[in-house]
C-alpha cells in the first residue's frame, strides 16, 4: 500500500511538473502575441503621424466638388416646367383632397 501511494505521488509529481511547463509555455507564447500586437500598434501609430491633418484634405476637396458641376445632372435655375410644382406642393385649400372613392 506504502508503494501505491508514493507511485501515486511521484505520478501527480510528473503530472504537476508537466503541467507547470504547459503554463510556463502557454504564459510564454501569450507574451510574445501581445508582444507583436504592441509592435504592429506602434508600426500602426507611426504611419498615422507621418499622415497630413485629414481636415485639411477634406476642404480642399470639398471646394474641388463644390466649384465643378455634376457632369451627369442637367443645370437648370429653376423649375423647367413652374406646373410641375403643385404635384410636390402638398394641398391648397384647408379642406384637403374633395375626392371620394365610392
Not at 510564454?28 to 500586437?37: F, G, S, V, W
Not at 507621418?50 to 470639398?62: G, N, P, T, V
Not at 474641388?64 to 394641398?91: I, M, Q, S
Request: aromatic residues 6%.
Amino acid at each position: 500500500m506504502d508503494s501505491n501511494k508514493s507511485a501515486s505521488t511521484g505520478n501527480e509529481h510528473a503530472n504537476s511538473s508537466a503541467s507547470d511547463k504547459r503554463g510556463k509555455y502557454r504564459i510564454m507564447a501569450e507574451i510574445k502575441r501581445l508582444e507583436q500586437d504592441s509592435k504592429f500598434l506602434e508600426e500602426e501609430l507611426e504611419e498615422v503621424e507621418r499622415l497630413e491633418d485629414a481636415s485639411s484634405i477634406c476642404k480642399e476637396l470639398l471646394l474641388y466638388v463644390e466649384t465643378k458641376p455634376d457632369a451627369l445632372l442637367p443645370v437648370t435655375n429653376g423649375p423647367a416646367n413652374p406646373l410641375w410644382n403643385r404635384w410636390f406642393e402638398g394641398f391648397q385649400d384647408s379642406e384637403g383632397c374633395r375626392c371620394r372613392i365610392m
